[in-house]
Every structure is written in C-alpha cells, then in structure tokens.
C-alpha cells in the first residue's frame, strides 16, 4: 500500500509513543524536588518532581529510543516549515518535551508514573492531530519523485508501473536536471551521454504538451511528468544533508515536494544504494526504478 508522509509519521509517532510508555510505565519514577530529607534546595518553574535515576533496563531503552525521537523530530520539523510560526513554535516546543520526557534529566510536572505515562501519550497525540489539522487532505495522486539513475536507467516512463498505483505524476528536481545537463555534456561514458541526451530530448518533447511546472499528461489517467524549479533551502531541511552533495541536494528537494501536501503519497524512485540508505535514515519513502520493457521481456 502507497503511503503518505502523514502516514508514515502517523507510524513513526506510534512506535516512539510505545517505546516511551514502556520506558515509563516500567522503569521510571519520580520523587519531591525538595525533600525535607534532602540538603539542597532546587528552585525550578516547571515543576516539584525529579526523576529518578533509570535501572539498567529502562537506560537500554533510552539510548535507542533517543536517537528515533530526534530523527522524527528533525523530520517533523522539515516537513512543517509552510506551517505559521505559531504552529511551528508549539510543535518544537512538544518535540523539545517528548525528548526531556525520555531524558529524564531534569525536573517534571508530573506527580506519578501513571500521570507521566498518560502525558507522554497526549504529547505524541499532539504532534499528529496538529499534523491532520494542518495537512489532513490530499490533493492529488501519488508522487513519483524520480533520481538521475532512474532516468537513465529507464527513460520510458510511459511504461513505468508501480505495484498498488493506478495513476502518479513522475516528478522531476533541478538537481536532476541539472545532472542530466552535466551527464550529456561531460560524462565518461559514452553511453550514459547518449542516454542523458535521449532522456532530455524526452522531457523537452512532453514540455510541448503544456507547462511542465503545472504538469503534462504522458499517458490519460495513468501517467503525468511535472517538475519543480526551485532549488531546496538547505537551511530548511535535515541538518546532516550536506549542500555540496547532489543527494543530499535532491533528498532536499524531496522533501520540499513532500512538504506541499503531507495526505498525498509521495516516494523517491532509486535503485542506487546509498541514497536508498540516505533515504532510509532521512525517514522517506522509497521504491525501485520499474524494469524496462527489454528486462520485462528478459524475464
């Protein structure tokens, strides 16, 4: 099944939420700030209650947990920046929460381990119902977000068949187009120039059928070619993209396409390895370029 990001963030939140009340639920414990047993005097605004160190258990928990709540917030955090401020501001302030909640290193409100556990879970609820308020209806069919090797590597697009999907729009970034350009003019391989140029006289022989920035049919009620233009805000994405690689350049601009509509599915389509990797740690959906007609018919 073709899932959007709310979906996958939906999923995402499910297992931090589990995760966190095991962590709770079990393991953690809280007493005064102030105990007239104790010799020092804590003065703190956001509660009387100190939690407990962990046991051995709970500390295994924590330190997996930690680094998936800060991928998720990281995450969170990208995908909402067309979100006002006033709603970006209360998501990382709930996101800053969740991770102290699982920190445990600082004083909190919560006065039990059952009041902790209830309050972790609303917490998480937060985070997703803000997500459906705000981005709860798609608006089109699912997204194909192609690489420059899925190109090449399979210029019919046309042809292109994604197991679940009936109709999807093939969308094209500017790293990717540039690549092509690069790939045309100055690759070694004098195959891989023939194809750039055979996959650019493609794109350039749909733009004839409309705007490819509204988006061109390829084929009635299956297949639509659309490209951005505009290059990702590197500033606004994933801290570890890096500007000077083309895929973390193009990652970006993934998320820039997923940004716009949170409901609608949305996937990168690679078969390269390490930007399946890349993808996988970013948290972004990804799928294998479709088979040409020639593999199908080696099949």
């Not at 999907?165 to 970034?173: C, D, Q, W």
């Amino acid at each position: 099944m073709t899932q959007s990001m709310l979906d996958l963030l939906r999923i995402q939140s499910n297992h931090i939420c589990d995760e966190g009340i095991r962590l709770i639920g079990n393991f953690s414990a809280m007493h005064p700030a102030n105990s007239p047993r104790g010799s020092v005097i804590f003065i703190s605004p956001s509660g009387d209650q100190i939690w407990n160190d962990l046991p051995p258990a709970g500390k295994r928990i924590q330190v997996k947990l930690l680094p998936e709540i800060g991928r998720f917030s990281e995450l969170v955090r990208a995908l909402t920046r067309n979100l006002p401020n006033n709603v970006q501001n209360n998501i990382q302030g709930v996101l800053e929460t969740i991770r102290m909640s699982v920190e445990q290193e600082r004083t909190t409100w919560w006065k039990s381990r059952g009041e902790a556990v209830d309050g972790f879970r609303s917490l998480i609820e937060e985070i997703i119902i803000t997500l459906e308020n705000y981005c709860g209806g798609s608006t089109g069919e699912a997204l194909a977000i192609t690489d420059t090797n899925a190109l090449i590597h399979n210029p019919d697009i046309e042809h292109w068949h994604f197991e679940d999907l009936e109709k999807f729009t093939v969308v094209l970034t500017p790293t990717v187009l540039s690549e092509l350009d690069k790939h045309k003019m100055n690759h070694k391989n004098e195959q891989i120039r023939e194809k750039a140029s055979s996959v650019i006289r493609r794109i350039k022989e749909y733009r004839r059928r409309g705007s490819l920035h509204d988006g061109v049919v390829v084929v009635q009620d299956r297949v639509a070619l659309r490209s951005i233009a505009n290059e990702p805000n590197m500033d606004q994405s994933l801290s570890w993209l890096d500007s000077t690689n083309a895929d973390d350049r193009f990652l970006a601009s993934a998320i820039d396409v997923m940004r716009v509509d949170l409901a609608t599915p949305a996937f990168i389509v690679t078969s390269d390895i390490n930007l399946q990797n890349k993808a996988a740690m970013a948290g972004l959906p990804f799928r294998e370029v479709p088979a040409s007609m020639a593999e199908k018919g080696e099949q």
